[in-house]
Nanobody, 114 residues
Framework: QVQLVESGGGLVQPGGSLRLSCAAS????????MGWYRQAPGKERELVAR???????NYVDAVKGRFTISRDNAKDTAYLQMNSLKPEDTAVYLC????????WGQGTQVTVSS
């Protein structure tokens, strides 16, 4: 079992920045990768970014060059630094951790609006 607690998110103007955190506890040694999906109203859930234990990262094309995912293995925490935010980044961001199954955080709202 893995438990995930998210923090960060909120309201920001276009061009602004936010940082999301996702702290894992429980069977953390079984985690293969961590990351975030996002879901906007009327849209399908989309994988935003993920990071593997060895540091390998993947990003959806829409956020490349603007978002950076990182991981502090000592703290079992993943971070998503989001820069140059756009209104189309508005969504609920869901942290996940993959073991033999997928565990989810509680989700956090990110709203980009002037």
């Amino acid at each position: 079992q893995v438990q995930l607690v998210e923090s960060g998110g909120g309201l920001v103007q276009p061009g602004g920045s936010l940082r999301l955190s996702c702290a894992a506890s429980g069977s953390v040694l079984s985690i293969i990768n961590m990351g975030w999906y996002r879901q906007a109203p009327g849209k399908e859930r989309e994988l935003v970014a993920r990071i593997f234990r060895d540091g390998t990262t993947n990003y959806v094309d829409a956020v490349k060059g603007r978002f950076t995912i990182s991981r502090d293995n000592a703290k079992d925490t993943a971070y998503l630094q989001m820069n140059s935010l756009k209104p189309e980044d508005t969504a609920v961001y869901l942290c996940f951790a993959t073991t033999w199954t997928k565990y989810w955080g509680q989700g956090t709202q990110v709203t980009v609006s002037s």
